[in-house]
């Protein structure tokens, strides 16, 4: 069943994203002040919502586990919060190609990237805390109670850019601006292109927990075979 | 203050959230109180964490020149990554010095809350942590030549409230990695990022200080990030003191 | 418009998709280490009830 759900997601991601390079790069014209980089957006702004989503449903999934003690839910919660990690860093990285040739500079530290780059910090420190703990009970408490403190860092980036002012560009989606600073049909693709990246993000999240499962097999067969 | 809360504690008139709660800050100065005794008898935090702030501003003054303008901008953000650095030194200590002898395990199954433990660990952080900035900012106005005391209150405002925002943060981060084998490292990987609002929030409002300009709102914006970051983090902190230190 | 431009939104989209492809070979490897790291396991599991039966049946003798 989850095979099948990986395999379908994967399809599907595909075809989606056939289609919309076929958009972006035959149909939608070049951007009036940015001319063709302004077409990594159509990657960037989808893998940085991704990666945020990504924190906040760990943040789900630990607090389901320290309250029900299902290792089914740690699992998924470190799942998530790796792929997030992944999208986080392709967000990182095509923002700073991107501003390389719009500011000149490969990075700035006004306060949303330097968030960007806190929160990677933050859960690659979640992963290391995991690999640093070998017992899973203890694993799995640790790592959802700082889960849990990385998602307040989380609301700090999402806020950063109406509290202070930044060098990197204001909202542009018309959720929060109410319109009038995007293209429709721009604004259509990017949120095209975000449903398949998280086709792609749940299609890796799936794979992940089969593993996080396999590998608690393999624990408890290890210590059936040391106790016998 | 002990004596205070104890006495709070017992008269009936007194009602019975409040003497909850006093009954908790008793039992969190009495672990606070504990820890700076054993501080004072063997100074082996405040020491190392001492030498090591010294050693950063010395080394520091062989990056830039000591007395450039540019040194006096930097001079808020030199100052809170040495109390940072510092920090964790004391901070490893805190959890660590239960473990001989099962003290953590006899703290834990004792009548005293998690909390109450994790808050006396706290205060006791704060304390030791303020000291090393007093000390700290004596060497560095000699080595700087900075005047850091024309603002005295505004920096001891600045100081309780980023001091405590960081000893809490690290209080509950010793408590979550005291068990681990790779303790002395992952605590600073942990806190670090985490700490970074609190952290540019302190710089910004301490270079104001230090270059004698005046408070504006821009400062208050970050003032106010500062109380957000600590009345946050220790209503987590204390949520999840008991899912941190017992093992279920 | 500057010639820079097309060169880099090819190197940002080569790098996204450069991320994804190293994550998902990671991915694969470590499936595959843990599937001989089950089969292992499994074998092990096997061989010290094989040999517990063994030693159980000879106390019985």
Not at chain 1, 192 to 212: C, G, K, P, S
Not at chain 2, 147 to 169: F, K, M, Q
Not at chain 2, 202 to 223: F, K, M, Q, S, V
Request: charged share 15%; hydrophobic share 55%.
């Amino acid at each position: 069943m989850r095979e099948k759900l990986v395999i379908g997601l994967s399809l599907g991601a595909a075809l989606l994203l056939a289609y919309n390079l076929y958009e972006i790069f035959l149909v939608l014209p070049d951007e009036a002040m940015q001319g063709a980089i302004y077409r990594i957006i159509f990657f960037h702004v989808p893998a940085a919502i991704t990666g945020m989503v990504g924190y906040f449903v760990a943040l789900v999934f630990s607090v389901l586990y320290l309250t029900s003690g299902n290792f089914r839910y740690d699992s998924l919660a470190a799942s998530v919060v790796e792929v997030s990690i992944v999208f986080s860093l392709v967000n990182i990285v095509t923002g700073s190609i991107w501003a390389r040739i719009i500011w000149g500079i490969w990075w700035t530290w006004d306060y949303r990237l330097t968030s960007a780059l806190v929160c990677v910090l933050i859960f690659g420190g979640y992963l290391m805390l995991r690999r640093a703990i070998d017992e899973p009970t203890q694993r799995a408490r640790l790592s959802a109670a700082l889960s849990i403190f990385g998602c307040v860092d989380v609301v700090i980036v999402w806020k950063s850019i109406e509290w202070f002012r930044t060098q990197h560009p204001g909202p542009v989606l018309s959720i929060r601006t109410g319109g009038g600073h995007i293209d429709p049909a721009m604004e259509r693709l990017l949120y095209m292109n975000f449903y398949a990246i998280l086709m792609i993000a749940i299609a890796l999240v799936l794979i992940r927990t089969r593993q996080e499962a396999t590998a608690r097999e393999i624990d408890s067969l290890r210590r059936l075979a040391n106790a016998a | 203050m002990i004596q205070a809360c104890y006495t709070a504690c017992t008269r009936s008139w007194v009602p019975p959230e409040l003497r909850t709660f006093m009954k908790s800050l008793r039992q969190a100065l009495s672990v606070a109180r504990k820890d700076l005794a054993i501080e004072l008898r063997t100074k082996e935090s405040l020491n190392a964490a001492g030498a090591f702030a010294i050693a950063i501003l010395l080394l520091f003054s062989f990056a830039f020149d000591p007395f450039a303008e540019a040194a006096r901008e930097m001079a808020g953000g030199l100052l809170w990554l040495v109390f940072a650095f510092a920090g964790a030194l004391i901070f490893n200590r805190g959890f660590a010095r239960e473990l001989p002898n099962e003290c953590l395990e006899t703290l834990l199954a004792s009548p005293l809350s998690t909390s109450s433990l994790l808050l006396g660990k706290a205060f006791g952080n704060f304390v030791m942590l303020l000291a090393l900035e007093l000390i700290s900012l004596f060497v560095f106005g000699i080595f700087y030549d900075v005047r850091w005391w024309l603002h005295p209150l505004e920096l001891a405002a600045l100081c309780a409230l980023a001091t405590w925002g960081i000893s809490i943060v690290g209080a509950i981060f010793g408590a979550l990695t005291v068990n681990l084998r790779l303790r002395e490292l992952m605590l600073p990987v942990i806190i670090y990022p985490l700490l970074i609002p609190l952290l540019i929030a302190a710089i910004e409002i301490t270079d104001t200080l230090l270059a004698n300009r005046p408070i504006t709102a821009y400062e208050l914006l970050w003032g106010r990030v500062l109380v957000v970051f600590d009345i946050v983090f220790t209503a987590l902190a204390l949520a999840l003191a008991e899912t941190i230190l017992v093992n279920q | 418009m500057d010639e820079r431009n097309f060169t880099f939104m090819f190197y940002g989209f080569l790098a996204a998709w450069l991320i994804v492809l190293l994550y998902v070979v990671l991915l694969a490897r470590r499936g595959a280490r843990l599937k001989r790291e089950l089969e292992d396991v499994k074998h092990l599991v096997e061989s010290s009830q094989t040999a517990q039966q063994t030693s159980y049946t000879k106390d019985k003798l």
